[in-house]
């Protein structure tokens, strides 16, 4: 485990310990509606939900209401998803081309480069892709 500090070893210690258990599997059995939407808060999802080195960096997909649902609050909404689409009007080969994205209509941008993304608790917020892309262009110039 070089390379870890301490919380990481701390927090894969956790794991193994559950998996040698017999308190979670590695791939645990699930109905794909629980997985997808209404959500999984046992096991090792649970477990990071309460793990104090882990519960406040967990991705939005988890909530406290229902655990982890890989669309958790995706359902028939578009929340945190903002879009500018052309309608043709000048242009017919921009028809439907989304210009512009943001979380609402007062964040919006031309380019995903300035993106923020929120940990579940929204106490930790970062640039949503700060790598580069594939040629090694980062920020405006990327492609991702």
Not at 37 to 44: H, K, L, N, V
Not at 80 to 88: D, I, K, M, P, S
């Amino acid at each position: 485990m070089v390379g870890l500090g301490t919380a990481g070893k701390a927090g894969l210690f956790g794991v193994e310990n559950m998996l040698k258990a017999g308190t979670d599997e590695l791939f645990p059995l699930t109905k794909v509606g629980n997985f997808l939407f209404r959500g999984i808060d046992t096991g090792a999802a649970g477990w990071m939900m309460t793990y104090v080195l882990t519960k406040d960096r967990l991705p939005p997909v988890f909530r406290p209401e229902n655990g982890f649902a890989l669309f958790n609050g995706k359902q028939d909404t578009s929340e945190n998803e903002c879009y500018q689409v052309e309608t043709g009007q000048e242009d017919w080969e921009q028809h439907t081309v989304i210009t512009k994205w943001g979380k609402d209509s007062q964040s919006l941008r031309e380019d995903l480069s300035e993106a923020k993304t929120c940990t579940w608790t929204g106490k930790h917020c970062q640039k949503w892709w700060p790598n580069a892309d594939a040629d090694g262009n980062t920020g405006e110039n990327s492609t991702c």
